[in-house]
């Protein structure tokens, strides 16, 4: 089992920046992939960006050159970056690990743009 824990969600202007964090524990070993995913109201889940073991990334059009996901192996967390955010990046935002044994989910987090 993969526990993952969320944080750095919140208030924000447009145009204004937050960075959301996830710490994963448990059996860390077995992770391959993670990432980050949101769910703004009434829509589908939809991926934001992921991160392979190797560092490899992989984003959704929409946030391209706005959002940076990265990854401390150390400290088992991975993070999103984002910048020069729109009231359309509105949403539930959670992380995902991707391992040998299955997907695995955080409990989300808010992030609210608006004026």
């Known amino acids: 089992q993969v526990q993952l824990v969320e944080s750095g969600g919140g208030l924000v202007q447009p145009g204004g920046s937050l960075r959301l964090s996830c710490a994963a524990s448990?059996?860390?070993?077995?992770?391959?992939?993670m990432g980050w995913y949101r769910q703004a109201p009434g829509k589908q889940r939809e991926l934001v960006a992921t991160?392979?073991?190797?560092?490899?990334?992989n984003y959704a059009d929409s946030v391209k050159g706005r959002f940076t996901i990265s990854r401390d192996n150390a400290k088992n967390t991975v993070y999103l970056q984002m910048n020069s955010l729109k009231p359309e990046d509105t949403a539930v935002y959670y992380c995902?690990?991707?391992?040998?044994?299955?997907?695995?989910w955080g409990q989300g987090t808010q992030v609210t743009v608006s004026s």
């Open positions: 991160i392979s073991n190797g560092g490899s990334t």
């Open positions: 448990g059996s860390i070993f077995s992770i391959r992939t």
């Open positions: 995902n690990a991707r391992s040998l044994a299955g997907w695995y």
